[in-house]
């Protein structure tokens, strides 16, 4: 039976290797439980804690996995800085209803001698995979192991962080991982701003020139809403609110197909419109989607 959103919180089991969360898992398979998967870097916000509440929903058992994969980073990202504040990952992630935190060591997902990676061509290189080399190579990776040691029957993602969603579901579709993956909207500060682990580097005033980036989205969107479908339309729109706010540094603006990620010149189907921006030390991505297929 699926888990009701109201489900009172059960106690949080934690488990480190791949023989541990296979067994853990095993346990609820033998009941007749479902299992939904929330993978995660940590430094958990309340993005985070809506897709544990969304597998609540659609499974019976949720299990989320925190592991800063190195793979995914480039040599001059901040692997080594990235938040890891493992007690209050751990509270969180239990308060929202996480039966299983899978916590692997390096040496777990990549084990000595370790080889073998996946890539999704044509979508990788896009977008962030343009700004960041690499980085799609190392999610595909990590997420197709964390698969293979969970077997869930569904995977949650956020809508965020559009490019790796869409990186994840071709791969699942074309390696036939059996997986549902589900996407769950972006999650916002009051004023806009999609919440991101990132989003800690932020002091005070850049926090508030990072508002500009759902600023410039809003914008874009306002355009089409009005019936705008020139692509350069919006990026101008976006970049007009961003001059407002010189604490923002455009890596891109984007409108693109929502599939493919290729760029368009008019909107028409379905389109990401998507950005990245530098505040500070932070490098912050957001965008949305627009249209139907
Ligand atoms: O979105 C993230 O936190 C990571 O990219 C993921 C999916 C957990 C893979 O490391």
């Known amino acids: 039976m699926p888990a009701s959103p109201g489900r009172a919180a059960r106690s949080l089991r934690r488990v480190r290797t791949v023989a541990q969360v296979r067994a853990a898992v095993a346990e609820f398979r033998r009941r007749g439980e479902s299992v939904g998967f929330v993978p995660t870097m940590g430094a958990i916000h309340s993005g985070h804690l809506s897709l544990v509440e969304r597998a609540r929903g659609t499974d019976d058992r949720v299990v989320a996995s925190v592991f800063v994969n190195p793979l995914q980073f480039g040599p001059k ?21 996480t039966d299983l935190l899978w916590e692997p060591a390096v040496t777990d997902i990549y084990p000595p001698g370790d080889r073998t990676r996946v890539r999704v061509a044509g979508l990788e290189e896009r977008l962030e995979g343009a700004s960041r080399p690499g980085h799609f190579e190392g999610v595909a990776t990590v997420v197709l192991r964390l698969l293979n ?27 036939l991982v059996p997986v549902r993956v589900r996407r769950a909207k972006t999650v916002r500060e009051p004023d806009g ?41 919006l990026r101008q729109a976006i970049r007009a609110v961003w001059r407002a706010y010189p604490g923002v540094r455009e890596d891109y603006v984007a409108v693109v197909d929502a599939e493919t990620l290729e760029p368009v010149k008019r909107v028409r189907g379905r389109v990401l419109v998507a950005v990245a ?15 139907r297929a």
């Open 77 to 97: 990202e901040d692997f080594r800085r990235y938040p890891r504040p493992a007690a209050r990952d751990r509270r969180l992630l239990a308060a929202a209803g």
């Open 149 to 175: 040691a969970v077997k869930p029957d569904t995977l949650w993602l956020g809508q965020k962080d559009a490019q790796q969603a869409l990186v994840i579901e071709r791969m699942v579709r074309d390696l």
């Open 193 to 233: 701003l999609a919440l991101s682990s990132r989003n800690a580097y932020l002091d005070a005033t850049q926090r508030a020139q990072a508002v500009a980036i759902a600023r410039g989205l809003a914008a874009a969107r306002g355009l089409l809403a009005k019936g705008s479908r020139s692509a350069g339309r």
């Open 277 to 291: 921006a530098r505040v500070g030390r932070a490098r912050l991505i957001d965008n949305f989607e627009w249209g």
